[in-house]
């Protein structure tokens, strides 16, 4: 093996018990993901951002969160934040609709909102539908957050994959994989090693202070603000939490799946099963798509 063990006698067998945990793991995208499980490993979920070929890709490594994974994923199945988190801050910084994700999507008036827990062969997890008013209402069916560390967001121009992956139960690290679909619609030849990597380091400033400027570090500050865990003893869950209870139901019940040796939701042996994991926007996201598209091109012109 070409392998030797300093201080210990010649022929020792101590070498041949001395290994190293080694996992399977499996590229796409021009990531790699790892399978920590009971083996063999399963196949990886075919997101369709992931499979088309219609689009462009890129990937963002964010700054590491210091907070626990949840806080960031019970975030994606409130549907009310968005208004005061993004819209209203925007707002009141006077940058609405800087910027490419164009937080006037997000300052309209929310009417109502449900929400609706997706059950499918290939995954699970919740919608949050929001009912807009003011002059451009409309029912947004939305992107949905993914079991169990996954949010699906069309951003801007780009359909945005974000894995929350916990480092230890205190540290977040968080990927995106975004897809930028083709004007015309055309094919992009795009080799996983040419995909660009945008690694962010800090959205905090020397001074200390925090720049808000932006949806993504809005709500880092939300989520770490929480404290590193959170402690939800000390909660008041209103009525537009109720995703958060139905994330937490979704979780446990996952968990207590695994614990009588069943396979949780997701999980995909067999390939002819393994079918792309389609999702819906509706005409108003695609419309804000659009309108985001123009703007970024209209000040590149400039
Ligand atoms: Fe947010």
Redesign the pocket.
């Known amino acids: 093996m070409g392998l030797k063990q300093p201080f210990e006698p010649p022929g020792s067998p101590l070498i041949h018990e001395a290994c190293q945990t080694a996992y399977p793991v499996q590229q796409m995208v021009g990531i790699l993901f790892a399978y920590l499980g009971p083996k063999p490993a399963p196949l990886l979920p075919r997101y369709e951002t992931m499979v088309r070929r219609d689009g462009r890709r890129s990937i963002k490594v964010l700054p590491i969160h210091n907070n626990n994974w949840l806080q960031a994923q019970e975030?994606?199945v409130?549907p009310v934040?968005?208004y005061y988190?993004?819209g209203h801050m925007l707002a009141q910084q006077g940058l609405l609709d800087s910027g490419s994700h164009g937080g006037g999507y997000f300052y309209r008036p929310i009417q109502k909102y449900d929400f609706e827990l997706c059950e499918e062969p290939a995954w699970a997890g919740i919608r949050k539908i929001r009912f807009y008013g003011g002059d451009k209402p409309e029912k947004e069916v939305g992107h949905p957050a993914i079991f169990p560390n996954i949010l699906l967001a069309p951003q801007g121009t780009e359909l945005t994959l974000h894995w929350r992956v916990p480092l230890d139960d205190e540290y977040t690290y968080i990927i995106w994989s975004e897809f930028t679909v083709s004007e015309d619609g055309s094919e992009v030849e795009q080799r996983d090693e040419d995909i660009p990597v945008g690694y962010i380091e800090s959205w905090k400033r020397s001074d200390g202070s925090v720049d808000l400027t932006g949806?993504?570090m809005?709500?880092q500050m939300?989520w770490e603000t929480q404290g590193k865990i959170f402690d939800r003893s000390r909660e008041l869950l209103g009525v537009s939490d109720r995703g958060v209870v139905m994330w937490r139901k979704l979780l446990k019940e996952q968990i207590e799946r695994v614990q009588a040796g069943l396979e949780p939701v997701g999980v995909v042996r067999d390939a002819s099963l393994n079918e792309v994991i389609r999702f819906t926007l509706s005409a108003g996201q695609r419309a804000h798509t659009e309108e985001v598209r123009r703007r970024i091109e209209q000040s590149a012109a400039e």
Request: charged share 15%.
């Open positions: 975030n994606s409130d934040h968005t988190l993004h949806f993504p809005q709500d939300a």
